[in-house]
């Protein structure tokens, strides 16, 4: 039935001016976009208004004062710079290792194929649960089956600056391992949707060439498919850098700079969260404001070392 | 039981309509719109539900989006009302247009609760209670614990104290007092909504937060609003008033120390060091500007905060807030009377 199909095309071409709708829908896609983009700009001119005070009084010093001081109205920015870092890093050194092996476990064909689309369907069903079930779920039961092993750490490893802390169950690496639980998913189902597309010639290719199954996953498969996983672990750590709910009830919620990953810190989405319904005078808003916009550069630096660091690799690979 | 109730509902608005019914019937629909603090928002909904049987032609929307946020959109004028549990700042006041008026409506105890298997009836004194929150006292058995509690088995284990990690009224009333009776407080840590505590305290966000600290944690001890302390069955501790009596927190307390209170015209009480009953309480006020655009919502203001002080104080009790005393609730009437327009 091929003909009457290309006749009616034919036909309809023929009635109509060729590009109206062509310009039209060009119109709507520049709209679309410029909406968004426009958004963002307004949010980013609405945030430096309020952010303005603080600017003004702190200046740069605001990203590395160490005070945060609410009755004194004196702010500094670093401990809270180190607990959203912190918390973020902590979760990709759990994250990325489980993600990717799901994702070469549910990829390749190790297992049999009900078992790989079981798991990772549960794996992806994990990116539906709300974030404040999260932080419920980790403060009521990942922090008691945490607290014991890190107190074994610490009394075994008290004089490693990074177990140096007696911990009470709340604290960056508690916050570290429930983000990194948050965001398994999104480096999980991005990588295993990167690994697929992975061409088949290039594997039949090496296992030709007689390499093992291993050699050919971590020769072949990983290094084609590097620069859409970076692009999955971004993702998921701009998932975890702006994580408000669940981090606020495991985090500890105190600004502190400590070497352990046992003590209480503190990140920029949880105290905005936490404070700014209550912050009254200006200069405290524009503190918080400007802790706002501090995430959007960390986010920002994020994403451009993220694209360097593809373009580094890709460029060695030429 | 529900037809009782449905009775005594009956009653409540037939009595009320006969006492506002002349005055309904001038009117057209009208709707109030409020914001600002959290703390009274149980009590708020419930009043705005009640008040819907007698008035039904006042509406009110409250949100509650904090005190710092019901300051703001008063003084924006966003609002028809605010609402705070820190009264506004002079500067604050004298930022909204034609005026504006505070009404206490209704005021909350905070307890000192504790988690210490095996000590019931704990008594802190004042110079205790400041030094466990200064960080200064770190051990349950230390002397200036002992001296109070005679023959109860204080362990040696450390004292993990619990505050809030928001930003809140409950901080801001503890806080507060303590500030009042100690000066050595007051300089470590000052009165706050976020007062500056010292490192290594355990933080949560909210009375439940803070609940579930004290809970999962042996030797800790905290600040939570009495109404939550209480459903939560957290042990409370019994603290030092004016005279220096050891009191435990309850609405009975709370009230006797709330009427012990001396308000001054513009209602602004915030030194509640009573010489009666329970000490650590605070008020939560009503933001009323006093020129109101519409001389229908000015009147709808009026009646609201006439059933508010009035009709709607018996509901304080049930959700375990204090009352304000009737002859500050006449004056408060009084001054809303004459001074909205």
Sequence with gaps: MPTPITNNLARRNRHSKPDRADRLFRYLIYAASGVSVGILLLMGWTITGHALPAIKQFGWGFLAGRDWNVPDLKFG???????????????????????LAVAIITSEDLLPKWLRSTVAFTIELLAAVPSVVFGLWGFYTLIPILLPI?????????????????PSGSGLL???????????????????????????????????????????????????????????VMLALGRALGETM????????????SPSIFAPAYSIPAI?????????????????????????????????GAISLVKLVEGGEK | MLLKKFGRLTTLSVVAVSVFGTQLAAWANVTLSGAG????????????????????????????????????????????????????????????KGGVLLIPTAGGAVSVAYNLPGVKNLKLSNAALAGI???????????AIAQTNKGAALPSSAIKPAVRADGSGTSFIFSNHMSAVSPAFKSAVGASKEPKWPSGFLKGKGNPGVAASL????????????????????????????????????????????????????????????????????LTWLLIPKTQKDPNKAKAIKTMVKWMLTSGQQFNDDLNYTSIPASVAARAIAAVESGVK
Aim: aromatic share 10%; charged share 15%.
């Design chain 2, 133 to 143: 929150f200064t960080g200064k006292i770190t051990t349950w058995n230390d002397p």
């Design chain 1, 272 to 304: 905005l969260a936490n404070t700014f319904a209550e912050a009254q005078e200006d200069i405290h808003v524009g503190a918080l404001t400007y802790l706002v916009l501090i995430l959007f550069a960390i986010t920002l630096f994020v994403n451009i």
């Design chain 1, 77 to 99: 920015a670093l401990p809270l710079i180190y607990g959203t870092l912190g918390s973020g890093l902590i979760s990709l050194i759990f994250a990325v290792p489980v993600g």
């Design chain 1, 150 to 166: 890190q107190q074994l750490l610490h009394a075994k490893f008290k004089h490693i600056p990074l177990f140096s802390t007696e």
């Design chain 2, 215 to 282: 809970k999962q944690t042996p030797g800790s001890i905290g600040y939570v609003e009495y109404d939550f302390a209480l459903k939560s069955g957290l042990s409370s501790a019994s603290v030092q008033n004016g005279r220096g009596q050891y009191v435990a927190p309850s609405l009975k307390t709370a009230n006797q120390a709330l009427a012990d209170v001396q308000f001054p015209a513009n209602f602004r009480a915030f030194d509640i060091n009573s010489a009666q009953g329970y000490p650590i309480v605070g």
């Design chain 2, 37 to 96: 603090a959290t703390f009274p928002q149980p009590l708020y909904e419930r009043y705005v539900r009640e008040m819907r049987k007698a008035h039904p032609d006042i509406k009110v929307n409250y949100q509650s989006i904090g005190s710092g946020g019901g300051i703001k959109q008063t003084i924006a004028g966003t609002v028809d009302f605010g609402a705070s549990d820190a009264a506004m700042t002079d500067g604050e006041m004298a930022k909204v």
């Design chain 1, 174 to 232: 508690t916050a570290g391992i429930l983000l990194a639980i948050m965001i398994l998913p999104t480096v999980a189902a991005v990588s295993r949707e990167v690994l697929l597309v992975v061409p088949t010639y290039l594997r039949t290719g090496s296992m030709a060439l007689g390499s093992t199954r291993w050699e050919t996953i971590f020769r072949v498969v990983l290094p084609k498919a590097f620069s859409g996983i970076v692009g999955g």
């Design chain 1, 246 to 257: 669940a981090v606020t009830m495991v985090i500890g919620n105190t600004e502190n700079i």
